[in-house]
């Protein structure tokens, strides 16, 4: 069935980095974009970042740009997205979504991230 | 703070009829982009509920109804459910920003 894998969350310092990894299955990867949402404590969801489907455009929310970077590997079926600088808060559950339109339509179930 | 605007919180009986609203501006919603609504029920991750203003994603029941009106959007739930408790989110593009964007959520409780 389709599905989309987060990985790679934790506990980390203010200022460092750290790679999540999402590992999608079930459906044709590379024809789809993909877009990275999070979610603070006790929060709403915050859209972060997309890449389109050839990862020849990539889009960030402001409060990412120049820290974050997505990228994909179509051969591999993932979708990762490195965070650099990171601050306190970034601390959040990062989720992995597929786009569809301008819609999410498949969700992962998250990885949480915790910058302390 | 949110870039679209919903209530933090509804309630209802079981079998009531509930409306969460989700207002945004003239640069996403009332420049014609849609709203699509998502579900997230405690300790999960969200589940795609309504795209496209009106449309139902296969196997969501169709007590889930959607609409939009000028600036606003709208989600209904008729005859509502104990396993409808959740958080519900709105969703729609922001060309200004050119940023997806997300209400803040809200909490629905079936008393």
């Known amino acids: 069935q389709v599905q989309l894998v987060e990985s790679g969350g934790g506990v980390v310092q203010p200022g460092t980095s750290l790679r999540l990894s999402c590992a999608a299955s079930?459906?044709?990867?590379?024809?789809?974009?993909m877009h990275w949402v999070r979610q603070a404590p006790d929060k709403g969801l915050e859209w972060v970042a997309n890449i389109w489907n050839d990862g020849s455009k990539k889009y960030y929310v402001d409060s990412v740009k120049g820290r974050f970077i997505i990228s994909r590997d179509n051969s591999d079926n993932m979708v990762y997205l490195e965070m650099n600088n990171l601050r306190v808060d970034d601390t959040a559950v990062y989720y992995c979504?597929?786009?569809?339109?301008?819609?999410?339509?498949?969700w992962g179930k998250g990885t949480p991230v915790l910058v302390s | 703070q949110s870039v679209l605007t919903q209530p933090p919180s509804v309630s209802g009986a079981p079998g009531q009829r509930v409306t969460i609203s989700c207002t945004g501006s003239?640069?996403?919603?009332?420049?014609?982009?849609?709203v699509h609504w998502y579900q997230q029920l405690p300790g999960t991750a969200p589940k795609f509920l309504i795209y496209n203003n009106v449309k139902r994603p296969s196997g969501v029941p169709d007590r889930f109804s959607g609409s939009k009106s000028g600036t606003s959007g709208s989600l209904v739930i008729t005859g509502i459910r104990d396993e409808d408790e959740a958080h519900y989110h709105c969703q729609s593009y922001d060309s200004t920003l050119s940023a997806w964007v997300f209400g803040g959520g809200t909490k629905l409780t079936v008393l």
């Open positions: 079930g459906f044709s990867f590379s024809a789809y974009g």
């Open positions: 979504a597929r786009r569809g339109s301008y819609y999410m339509d498949v």
């Open positions: 003239s640069s996403n919603i009332g420049a014609g982009s849609d």
